[in-house]
Protein backbone atom coordinates (compact mmCIF):
# COMPACT_ATOMS: atom_id res chain seq x y z
CA UNK A 1 0.00 0.00 0.00
CA UNK A 2 2.64 2.76 0.48
CA UNK A 3 4.07 1.44 -2.55
CA UNK A 4 1.30 2.32 -4.17
CA UNK A 5 1.06 5.81 -2.53
CA UNK A 6 4.58 6.79 -3.35
CA UNK A 7 3.85 5.51 -7.09
CA UNK A 8 1.18 7.46 -7.46
CA UNK A 9 2.93 10.71 -5.81
CA UNK A 10 5.51 10.37 -7.87
CA UNK A 11 2.80 9.84 -10.95
CA UNK A 12 0.71 12.72 -10.00
CA UNK A 13 4.06 14.92 -9.18
CA UNK A 14 4.87 14.45 -12.49
CA UNK A 15 2.27 15.31 -14.51
CA UNK A 16 1.84 18.84 -12.79
CA UNK A 17 5.44 19.69 -12.83
CA UNK A 18 5.35 18.86 -16.76
CA UNK A 19 1.94 20.69 -17.27
CA UNK A 20 3.75 24.18 -15.58
CA UNK A 21 6.74 23.69 -17.41
CA UNK A 22 4.83 23.28 -20.43
CA UNK A 23 2.76 26.22 -19.02
CA UNK A 24 5.49 28.68 -19.13
CA UNK A 25 6.81 27.98 -22.40
CA UNK A 26 5.81 30.63 -25.31
CA UNK A 27 2.83 29.21 -27.83
CA UNK A 28 4.44 27.50 -30.95
CA UNK A 29 5.40 29.52 -33.09
CA UNK A 30 6.00 32.43 -30.37
CA UNK A 31 9.22 33.92 -30.47
CA UNK A 32 10.29 34.06 -26.99
CA UNK A 33 12.04 37.37 -25.87
CA UNK A 34 15.25 37.86 -25.08
CA UNK A 35 17.79 40.67 -23.14
CA UNK A 36 18.58 43.04 -25.79
CA UNK A 37 21.93 43.35 -24.22
CA UNK A 38 23.25 39.53 -23.72
CA UNK A 39 20.12 37.77 -25.56
CA UNK A 40 19.04 35.96 -22.37
CA UNK A 41 15.78 33.85 -23.03
CA UNK A 42 13.70 35.85 -20.85
CA UNK A 43 10.13 35.00 -19.77
CA UNK A 44 7.24 37.66 -18.95
CA UNK A 45 6.95 39.38 -16.08
CA UNK A 46 10.33 39.60 -15.55
CA UNK A 47 12.34 43.12 -14.71
CA UNK A 48 16.07 41.90 -14.24
CA UNK A 49 17.87 40.02 -16.67
CA UNK A 50 19.01 36.71 -14.80
CA UNK A 51 21.84 36.61 -17.21
CA UNK A 52 23.61 40.19 -17.07
CA UNK A 53 20.89 41.47 -13.93
CA UNK A 54 20.55 44.72 -16.12
CA UNK A 55 17.13 46.13 -15.77
CA UNK A 56 15.33 45.94 -18.75
CA UNK A 57 12.98 48.75 -18.05
CA UNK A 58 16.18 50.60 -19.29
CA UNK A 59 15.69 49.03 -22.95
CA UNK A 60 12.37 49.95 -23.36
CA UNK A 61 13.20 52.98 -25.73
CA UNK A 62 16.27 52.20 -27.30
CA UNK A 63 14.57 48.72 -28.31
CA UNK A 64 11.31 50.57 -29.67
CA UNK A 65 10.92 51.00 -33.20
CA UNK A 66 10.99 53.87 -35.46
CA UNK A 67 8.03 54.93 -36.67
CA UNK A 68 6.55 58.14 -38.83
CA UNK A 69 3.86 60.18 -37.10
CA UNK A 70 1.35 59.21 -34.16
CA UNK A 71 -1.05 56.16 -33.57
CA UNK A 72 -3.92 56.04 -31.79
CA UNK A 73 -5.38 52.28 -30.55
CA UNK A 74 -9.06 52.80 -31.35
CA UNK A 75 -10.62 49.93 -29.38
CA UNK A 76 -12.92 50.85 -26.75
CA UNK A 77 -14.71 53.41 -25.12
CA UNK A 78 -13.32 57.19 -25.34
CA UNK A 79 -11.50 57.94 -22.33
CA UNK A 80 -8.29 60.18 -20.87
CA UNK A 81 -4.74 59.29 -20.70
CA UNK A 82 -2.60 61.66 -18.84
CA UNK A 83 1.03 61.56 -19.88
CA UNK A 84 3.22 61.57 -16.98
CA UNK A 85 6.04 63.29 -18.96
CA UNK A 86 4.20 66.34 -19.31
CA UNK A 87 1.85 66.52 -16.73
CA UNK A 88 2.66 69.68 -14.14
CA UNK A 89 0.08 68.81 -11.59
CA UNK A 90 -1.51 71.60 -11.32
CA UNK A 91 -4.87 70.06 -10.85
CA UNK A 92 -6.89 72.44 -13.81
CA UNK A 93 -7.93 69.43 -15.05
CA UNK A 94 -9.28 68.18 -11.74
CA UNK A 95 -11.48 71.30 -11.23
CA UNK A 96 -12.79 70.86 -14.95
CA UNK A 97 -14.03 67.06 -14.64
CA UNK A 98 -17.51 66.90 -14.66
CA UNK A 99 -17.49 63.31 -13.21
CA UNK A 100 -16.59 63.68 -9.76
CA UNK A 101 -13.61 61.45 -8.66
CA UNK A 102 -12.78 60.57 -12.71
CA UNK A 103 -9.05 62.34 -12.46
CA UNK A 104 -7.37 63.18 -9.64
CA UNK A 105 -3.73 63.85 -8.15
CA UNK A 106 -1.63 61.41 -7.02
CA UNK A 107 1.97 61.55 -5.95
CA UNK A 108 1.66 65.37 -7.56
CA UNK A 109 0.55 63.57 -11.43
CA UNK A 110 -2.70 63.80 -12.56
CA UNK A 111 -4.02 60.23 -12.82
CA UNK A 112 -7.54 58.49 -14.40
CA UNK A 113 -9.79 56.50 -12.71
CA UNK A 114 -10.73 54.50 -15.88
CA UNK A 115 -13.99 53.03 -14.36
CA UNK A 116 -15.65 56.69 -14.12
CA UNK A 117 -14.23 58.37 -16.89
CA UNK A 118 -16.84 59.25 -19.33
CA UNK A 119 -14.33 60.62 -21.98
CA UNK A 120 -16.13 64.36 -21.81
CA UNK A 121 -12.83 65.62 -22.89
CA UNK A 122 -12.84 68.29 -20.58
CA UNK A 123 -9.77 67.92 -18.59
CA UNK A 124 -8.10 68.02 -22.01
CA UNK A 125 -9.58 71.14 -23.23
CA UNK A 126 -8.51 72.72 -19.47
CA UNK A 127 -5.06 71.38 -19.30
CA UNK A 128 -2.23 74.65 -19.94
CA UNK A 129 0.24 72.26 -21.01
CA UNK A 130 -1.38 69.35 -23.62
CA UNK A 131 -0.51 66.53 -21.10
CA UNK A 132 -3.80 64.81 -21.69
CA UNK A 133 -5.10 62.83 -24.66
CA UNK A 134 -8.32 61.38 -24.96
CA UNK A 135 -8.61 58.11 -26.84
CA UNK A 136 -10.97 55.09 -27.35
CA UNK A 137 -7.55 52.71 -26.79
CA UNK A 138 -3.89 53.01 -25.57
CA UNK A 139 -2.42 56.15 -26.55
CA UNK A 140 0.92 56.00 -28.20
CA UNK A 141 3.69 59.06 -27.58
CA UNK A 142 5.77 59.60 -30.26
CA UNK A 143 8.77 61.28 -29.41
CA UNK A 144 11.89 62.30 -31.14
CA UNK A 145 15.13 60.08 -29.50
CA UNK A 146 18.30 59.57 -30.66
CA UNK A 147 19.40 56.44 -33.05
CA UNK A 148 20.89 53.88 -30.39
CA UNK A 149 21.94 50.45 -30.31
CA UNK A 150 20.74 48.08 -26.82
CA UNK A 151 24.22 49.19 -25.43
CA UNK A 152 23.37 52.86 -25.43
CA UNK A 153 25.60 53.58 -28.69
CA UNK A 154 24.86 55.81 -31.14
CA UNK A 155 24.20 53.95 -34.67
CA UNK A 156 25.89 56.72 -36.75
CA UNK A 157 28.98 57.76 -34.36
CA UNK A 158 30.64 54.50 -33.06
CA UNK A 159 32.17 54.85 -30.22
CA UNK A 160 30.11 57.80 -29.00
CA UNK A 161 27.02 57.01 -26.43
CA UNK A 162 24.09 58.64 -25.14
CA UNK A 163 22.59 58.19 -22.05
CA UNK A 164 19.79 59.75 -19.72
CA UNK A 165 17.76 62.52 -20.60
CA UNK A 166 19.33 63.09 -23.82
CA UNK A 167 18.25 59.46 -24.66
CA UNK A 168 14.83 60.35 -24.02
CA UNK A 169 14.22 59.32 -20.68
CA UNK A 170 14.12 61.49 -17.90
CA UNK A 171 13.61 59.90 -14.56
CA UNK A 172 16.57 59.24 -12.63
CA UNK A 173 16.72 55.74 -11.75
CA UNK A 174 16.52 55.49 -15.69
CA UNK A 175 19.34 58.09 -15.92
CA UNK A 176 21.41 56.10 -13.41
CA UNK A 177 21.10 53.10 -14.97
CA UNK A 178 21.62 54.31 -18.27
CA UNK A 179 25.06 55.65 -17.60
CA UNK A 180 26.36 52.68 -15.41
CA UNK A 181 25.46 50.56 -18.13
CA UNK A 182 26.47 52.48 -21.20
CA UNK A 183 30.04 52.30 -19.14
CA UNK A 184 30.10 49.00 -18.80
CA UNK A 185 29.61 48.42 -22.49
CA UNK A 186 32.26 51.23 -22.97
CA UNK A 187 34.76 49.20 -20.50
CA UNK A 188 33.59 45.89 -22.73
CA UNK A 189 34.72 47.80 -25.88
CA UNK A 190 37.78 49.17 -24.88
CA UNK A 191 38.83 45.56 -23.61
CA UNK A 192 41.07 44.57 -26.37
CA UNK A 193 42.17 47.90 -27.21
CA UNK A 194 46.14 47.70 -26.72
CA UNK A 195 46.66 51.77 -25.87
CA UNK A 196 43.68 51.33 -22.69
CA UNK A 197 45.13 53.13 -19.92
CA UNK A 198 47.79 54.39 -21.69
CA UNK A 199 47.86 57.76 -20.10
CA UNK A 200 51.57 58.72 -21.77
CA UNK A 201 49.70 60.63 -25.28
CA UNK A 202 47.03 62.22 -22.75
CA UNK A 203 44.49 60.48 -24.20
CA UNK A 204 41.61 59.25 -22.03
CA UNK A 205 39.76 56.03 -22.13
CA UNK A 206 36.29 58.26 -22.07
CA UNK A 207 34.94 61.48 -21.72
CA UNK A 208 31.56 61.84 -20.18
CA UNK A 209 29.62 64.91 -20.91
CA UNK A 210 27.82 66.24 -17.91
CA UNK A 211 27.73 65.48 -14.37
CA UNK A 212 23.99 64.94 -13.34
CA UNK A 213 22.27 61.29 -12.31
CA UNK A 214 23.76 59.41 -15.69
CA UNK A 215 26.71 61.25 -15.96
CA UNK A 216 27.85 60.70 -12.11
CA UNK A 217 27.01 56.90 -12.39
CA UNK A 218 28.70 56.68 -15.44
CA UNK A 219 32.49 58.57 -13.92
CA UNK A 220 31.76 55.82 -10.86
CA UNK A 221 30.98 52.78 -13.09
CA UNK A 222 34.65 54.30 -14.94
CA UNK A 223 36.37 53.89 -11.85
CA UNK A 224 34.77 50.32 -11.19
CA UNK A 225 36.20 49.46 -14.46
CA UNK A 226 39.45 51.04 -13.59
CA UNK A 227 39.37 53.41 -17.05
CA UNK A 228 41.06 56.89 -17.39
CA UNK A 229 37.92 58.84 -17.25
CA UNK A 230 37.25 62.77 -17.53
CA UNK A 231 33.93 64.23 -16.55
CA UNK A 232 33.08 68.20 -18.18
CA UNK A 233 30.41 69.71 -16.70
CA UNK A 234 28.96 73.43 -17.83
CA UNK A 235 27.86 74.73 -14.40
CA UNK A 236 28.76 73.17 -11.10
CA UNK A 237 26.94 70.01 -9.55
CA UNK A 238 24.69 71.95 -7.77
CA UNK A 239 23.64 73.76 -11.27
CA UNK A 240 22.30 69.98 -12.14
CA UNK A 241 20.30 69.67 -9.33
CA UNK A 242 19.21 73.28 -9.67
CA UNK A 243 17.84 72.46 -12.83
CA UNK A 244 15.68 69.52 -11.90
CA UNK A 245 11.53 70.87 -12.48
CA UNK A 246 10.71 68.92 -9.64
CA UNK A 247 11.30 70.47 -5.99
CA UNK A 248 10.35 67.08 -4.52
CA UNK A 249 12.00 63.90 -5.76
CA UNK A 250 10.47 60.34 -5.35
CA UNK A 251 12.04 57.13 -5.14
CA UNK A 252 9.94 54.18 -5.27
CA UNK A 253 12.81 51.66 -4.68
CA UNK A 254 16.70 51.71 -3.86
CA UNK A 255 18.62 52.30 -7.19
CA UNK A 256 22.07 50.90 -7.12
CA UNK A 257 25.06 53.37 -7.66
CA UNK A 258 28.38 52.31 -8.73
CA UNK A 259 30.55 51.92 -6.01
CA UNK A 260 28.51 53.75 -3.60
CA UNK A 261 25.99 51.31 -3.36
CA UNK A 262 22.09 52.02 -2.61
CA UNK A 263 20.80 55.31 -3.25
CA UNK A 264 17.06 55.57 -1.68
CA UNK A 265 15.75 58.81 -0.82
CA UNK A 266 12.15 58.81 0.56
CA UNK A 267 9.97 62.32 -0.72
CA UNK A 268 13.51 64.27 -0.99
CA UNK A 269 13.93 67.83 -1.59
CA UNK A 270 16.34 69.16 -4.22
CA UNK A 271 18.41 70.08 -1.77
CA UNK A 272 18.82 66.90 0.21
CA UNK A 273 20.28 65.29 -3.34
CA UNK A 274 22.58 67.52 -3.57
CA UNK A 275 23.84 66.31 0.03
CA UNK A 276 23.64 63.20 -1.19
CA UNK A 277 25.32 63.70 -4.21
CA UNK A 278 27.87 65.96 -2.78
CA UNK A 279 28.89 63.32 -0.01
CA UNK A 280 28.79 60.31 -2.82
CA UNK A 281 31.36 62.41 -4.79
CA UNK A 282 33.40 62.98 -1.47
CA UNK A 283 33.29 59.27 -0.70
CA UNK A 284 34.45 57.54 -3.72
CA UNK A 285 36.76 60.24 -5.11
CA UNK A 286 34.99 61.16 -8.20
CA UNK A 287 36.75 64.00 -10.11
CA UNK A 288 34.46 66.49 -12.08
CA UNK A 289 35.83 69.27 -13.92
CA UNK A 290 33.09 72.01 -13.65
CA UNK A 291 32.35 75.43 -15.42
CA UNK A 292 33.79 73.26 -18.65
CA UNK A 293 31.04 73.44 -21.47
CA UNK A 294 31.29 71.87 -24.24
CA UNK A 295 30.96 73.32 -27.71
CA UNK A 296 32.43 70.46 -29.91
CA UNK A 297 32.75 66.77 -30.74
CA UNK A 298 34.69 65.33 -33.53
CA UNK A 299 36.18 62.29 -34.77
CA UNK A 300 39.91 62.51 -35.40
CA UNK A 301 42.05 60.27 -36.92
CA UNK A 302 40.43 57.47 -34.37
CA UNK A 303 39.90 59.61 -31.47
CA UNK A 304 37.53 62.00 -30.48
CA UNK A 305 38.28 65.66 -29.98
CA UNK A 306 36.07 67.40 -27.31
CA UNK A 307 36.56 71.02 -27.36
CA UNK A 308 35.81 73.59 -24.05
CA UNK A 309 36.58 76.54 -24.46
CA UNK A 310 39.74 77.12 -25.47
CA UNK A 311 40.94 73.42 -23.75
CA UNK A 312 41.21 70.22 -26.35
CA UNK A 313 40.19 66.88 -24.49
CA UNK A 314 41.35 63.25 -26.48
CA UNK A 315 40.07 60.60 -25.92
CA UNK A 316 38.92 56.72 -27.58
CA UNK A 317 35.10 56.82 -26.38
CA UNK A 318 32.33 59.41 -25.18
CA UNK A 319 29.28 59.35 -23.39
CA UNK A 320 26.91 62.10 -23.57
CA UNK A 321 24.95 62.72 -19.95
CA UNK A 322 23.96 66.59 -20.84
CA UNK A 323 20.31 66.56 -20.21
CA UNK A 324 17.19 66.71 -22.36
CA UNK A 325 16.17 69.90 -21.20
CA UNK A 326 19.69 71.27 -23.19
CA UNK A 327 21.23 74.73 -21.34
CA UNK A 328 18.37 77.59 -20.26
CA UNK A 329 19.14 81.09 -21.20
CA UNK A 330 19.63 83.18 -18.27
CA UNK A 331 18.30 86.65 -17.25
CA UNK A 332 22.23 87.43 -16.36
CA UNK A 333 21.24 89.56 -13.09
CA UNK A 334 22.03 89.34 -9.89
CA UNK A 335 20.87 86.83 -7.91
CA UNK A 336 20.02 84.71 -10.08
CA UNK A 337 22.10 82.22 -8.53
CA UNK A 338 19.41 82.14 -5.49
CA UNK A 339 18.05 78.41 -5.01
CA UNK A 340 14.42 80.25 -5.58
CA UNK A 341 15.39 80.49 -9.50
CA UNK A 342 13.81 78.05 -11.65
CA UNK A 343 14.36 77.51 -15.53
CA UNK A 344 11.54 74.56 -15.79
CA UNK A 345 8.60 73.26 -13.21
CA UNK A 346 6.96 70.69 -13.16
CA UNK A 347 5.33 70.30 -9.55
CA UNK A 348 2.87 73.12 -9.71
CA UNK A 349 1.58 71.95 -6.29
CA UNK A 350 5.08 72.66 -4.06
CA UNK A 351 4.34 76.33 -5.07
CA UNK A 352 0.82 76.65 -3.11
CA UNK A 353 0.36 80.15 -1.32
CA UNK A 354 3.34 81.65 -2.56
CA UNK A 355 4.01 84.99 -5.06
CA UNK A 356 5.76 83.86 -8.16
CA UNK A 357 7.07 85.76 -10.94
CA UNK A 358 7.61 84.03 -14.53
CA UNK A 359 9.45 85.27 -17.01
CA UNK A 360 8.98 85.22 -20.84
CA UNK A 361 6.64 85.33 -23.40
CA UNK A 362 6.48 82.23 -25.46
CA UNK A 363 4.24 79.33 -24.73
CA UNK A 364 6.46 77.46 -22.11
CA UNK A 365 6.45 81.02 -19.65
CA UNK A 366 2.25 81.41 -20.42
CA UNK A 367 1.79 77.78 -19.66
CA UNK A 368 3.68 78.02 -16.64
CA UNK A 369 1.63 80.67 -15.42
CA UNK A 370 -1.18 79.45 -15.88
CA UNK A 371 -0.24 76.55 -13.97
CA UNK A 372 0.78 78.14 -11.06
CA UNK A 373 -1.95 80.88 -11.03
CA UNK A 374 -4.09 77.53 -10.46
CA UNK A 375 -3.01 76.93 -7.14
CA UNK A 376 -4.57 77.52 -3.91
CA UNK A 377 -2.86 81.25 -2.74
CA UNK A 378 -0.70 81.73 -5.63
CA UNK A 379 -0.01 84.94 -6.90
CA UNK A 380 1.48 85.41 -9.79
CA UNK A 381 3.18 88.46 -12.20
CA UNK A 382 4.08 87.03 -15.89
CA UNK A 383 7.19 89.43 -16.88
CA UNK A 384 7.55 90.23 -20.30
CA UNK A 385 9.64 92.50 -22.61
CA UNK A 386 7.73 92.49 -25.74
CA UNK A 387 4.96 95.04 -26.23
CA UNK A 388 2.67 91.53 -26.90
CA UNK A 389 2.80 88.28 -27.50
CA UNK A 390 3.88 86.97 -31.10
CA UNK A 391 4.91 83.43 -31.26
CA UNK A 392 2.08 81.85 -28.82
CA UNK A 393 -0.54 79.02 -29.36
CA UNK A 394 -3.69 80.63 -29.99
CA UNK A 395 -5.23 78.35 -27.16
CA UNK A 396 -2.77 79.96 -24.46
CA UNK A 397 -3.29 83.60 -25.48
CA UNK A 398 -6.98 82.92 -25.11
CA UNK A 399 -6.07 81.42 -21.56
CA UNK A 400 -3.91 83.81 -20.53
CA UNK A 401 -5.85 86.68 -21.51
CA UNK A 402 -9.12 85.21 -19.23
CA UNK A 403 -6.79 84.84 -16.66
CA UNK A 404 -5.55 88.13 -16.73
CA UNK A 405 -9.24 89.67 -16.87
CA UNK A 406 -10.55 87.29 -14.02
CA UNK A 407 -7.29 88.51 -11.47
CA UNK A 408 -5.81 85.38 -11.69
CA UNK A 409 -2.66 86.60 -13.37
CA UNK A 410 -1.25 89.96 -13.71
CA UNK A 411 0.98 90.73 -16.68
CA UNK A 412 3.91 93.24 -17.14
CA UNK A 413 4.17 94.12 -20.34
CA UNK A 414 7.74 95.96 -21.99
CA UNK A 415 9.23 94.63 -18.66
CA UNK A 416 12.54 93.65 -17.24
CA UNK A 417 13.93 91.92 -14.08
CA UNK A 418 17.22 93.47 -12.91
CA UNK A 419 17.61 91.95 -9.79
CA UNK A 420 16.71 89.18 -7.38
CA UNK A 421 16.95 89.62 -4.29
CA UNK A 422 15.84 86.99 -1.25
CA UNK A 423 12.14 88.29 -1.00
CA UNK A 424 11.80 90.48 -3.76
CA UNK A 425 12.56 91.20 -7.66
CA UNK A 426 13.29 94.36 -8.51
CA UNK A 427 11.68 94.96 -12.29
CA UNK A 428 12.09 98.24 -14.63
CA UNK A 429 8.65 98.83 -15.91
CA UNK A 430 7.55 101.89 -17.65
CA UNK A 431 10.48 103.41 -17.32
CA UNK A 432 10.89 103.41 -13.55
CA UNK A 433 12.11 100.38 -11.05
CA UNK A 434 9.24 98.26 -9.08
CA UNK A 435 9.92 95.52 -6.39
CA UNK A 436 7.52 93.08 -6.49
CA UNK A 437 7.49 90.83 -2.73
CA UNK A 438 8.41 87.59 -4.35
CA UNK A 439 9.20 84.10 -3.08
CA UNK A 440 9.81 82.52 -6.32
CA UNK A 441 11.10 83.34 -9.74
CA UNK A 442 10.55 81.03 -12.91
CA UNK A 443 12.32 82.02 -16.42
CA UNK A 444 11.36 80.49 -19.51
CA UNK A 445 13.12 82.54 -22.05
CA UNK A 446 14.34 79.73 -24.28
CA UNK A 447 17.80 78.19 -24.49
CA UNK A 448 19.92 75.83 -26.58
CA UNK A 449 18.21 72.78 -27.03
CA UNK A 450 20.34 69.04 -27.28
CA UNK A 451 19.45 67.46 -30.30
CA UNK A 452 20.71 69.92 -33.12
CA UNK A 453 24.29 70.06 -30.97
CA UNK A 454 23.83 65.78 -31.42
CA UNK A 455 23.27 66.46 -35.05
CA UNK A 456 25.90 68.56 -35.51
CA UNK A 457 28.01 65.71 -34.13
CA UNK A 458 26.73 62.92 -36.25
CA UNK A 459 24.22 61.27 -34.10
CA UNK A 460 20.58 60.81 -35.95
CA UNK A 461 17.55 61.92 -34.68
CA UNK A 462 14.65 59.51 -34.74
CA UNK A 463 10.83 59.09 -33.81
CA UNK A 464 10.20 56.17 -32.06
CA UNK A 465 6.61 55.59 -30.19
CA UNK A 466 5.83 53.93 -27.00
CA UNK A 467 2.78 52.73 -25.43
CA UNK A 468 1.07 55.23 -23.10
CA UNK A 469 -0.74 52.71 -20.82
CA UNK A 470 -3.37 54.56 -18.13
CA UNK A 471 -1.97 52.70 -15.07
CA UNK A 472 1.34 54.18 -16.02
CA UNK A 473 3.79 55.29 -13.44
CA UNK A 474 3.51 58.65 -11.91
CA UNK A 475 7.18 57.99 -9.88
CA UNK A 476 9.42 61.22 -10.18
CA UNK A 477 12.30 59.15 -9.44
Known amino acids: MNLLTIVAFVLVTSVLIAFQ ?78 EPGAIHLVNKIASVELDLCKGHASCAAACPVGAIVVTSGAAVQTIEVPDLTPDFESKTVLGLFVVGEMGGRGLIKNAVNEGRLAMENVARSLATDPFRGDTSNGVYDVIVVGAGPAGISAGLEAIHQGLRYCILEQGSIADTISKYPRKKLLFAEPLRVPIYGELWISDASKESLLKVWEAMIAQTGLRVRIQHRVNAVERHEGLFRVTSGEKLFRSRRVVMAMGRRGTPRRLDVPGEELDKVFYDIVEMEAFQGQRMLVVGGGDSAIESALGLANQPGTTVTLSYRGAAFARVKSRNRDKIDAAVAAGKVELLLESQVREIRREVAVLEHGGAPRLLPNDGVVVRIGGEAPYPFLERIGVRIVKKELALEPEASARTG
Not at 22 to 36: D, F, I, V, Y
Not at 68 to 77: F, I, K, Q, S
Open 21 to 98: VRRGKPAAGTPQPSCPRCRTKLVESQQWCPGCRAPLQAFELVSAKVVEGTTLAVDGPLHAIVRADMCVGCGTCVAACP
